[in-house]
């Protein structure tokens, strides 16, 4: 049973440029949330997909965007990258017509901005 | 501000010593979860409670929803080198239940 693998593991970016994270949910799973964890501190919830569509967003500016494919699996991109936006990103997947709270996290992203 | 805090930010035990971490909020959470997160990994669910006063035992574990869904406690007995990690309670308010609201975490060593 394949769990939520994420890629790539690690990335570094420039200041001003974009990035592409990419995520594959728990096999079953039809819900993709992101998650941005500084370092020392809890995730922090960016936005959740379903069906395609962004549903929930926490509060993240617009530079921050999502995808959702028919087969489940999630983008993140981020655009205009700041210093501070160097963090581990997390994906969690979970199923709609489950407990909502039940989400399976991948391993991340690290991502540092220079 | 935090919606969720937790105490302590980090505890450093003796191998077979047993502790508490709390998670503390103003808000009502429709519920709580508890994760464990190793260095380079994401986090790992640990337990969900649903209703309030709610005990739920894992092992060496065992966690305790408040009365009023405000806070959660995890106790662990007889702690193992095993059990390092940061502790992450993570709850779902009332009024956002699609919204998980994650604490700062509290990291804990076990010194063997």
């Known amino acids: 049973d394949a769990g939520v693998t994420q890629s790539p593991t690690h990335l570094i970016k420039t200041r001003g440029q974009q990035v592409t994270l990419r995520c594959s949910p728990k096999?079953?799973?039809?819900?993709v949330s992101w998650y941005q964890q500084a370092l020392g501190q809890g995730p922090q919830f960016i936005f959740q997909y379903y069906e395609e569509e962004e549903r929930q967003r926490g509060n993240f500016p617009d530079r921050f965007s999502g995808h959702q494919f028919p087969n489940y699996s999630s983008e993140l991109n981020v655009n205009a990258l700041l210093l501070g936006d160097s963090a581990l990103y997390l994906c969690a997947s979970s199923l709609e017509t489950g407990s909502p709270y039940e989400q399976y996290f991948g391993p991340g992203t690290r991502l540092t901005v220079t | 501000t935090q919606l969720l805090e937790q105490s302590p930010q980090f505890l450093s035990i003796q191998e077979g010593e047993n502790l508490t971490v709390y998670c503390n909020s103003s808000?009502?959470?429709?519920?709580l979860q508890w994760y464990r997160q190793e260095p380079g990994e994401g986090p790992v669910l640990l337990v969900t409670?649903?209703?309030?006063?709610e005990v739920k035992k894992l092992k060496r574990l065992t966690f305790q929803f408040g009365d009023a869904r405000k806070d959660s406690s995890l106790h662990i007995t007889a702690a193992q080198p095993g059990d390092t990690g940061l502790y992450l309670c993570a709850g779902a308010l009332e009024t956002s239940y699609d919204k998980v609201i994650f604490g700062p975490g509290t990291s804990l060593s076990v010194i063997p």
């Open positions: 409670v649903v209703t309030g006063g």
């Open positions: 808000s009502v959470f429709s519920s």
């Open positions: 096999s079953g799973h039809d819900t």
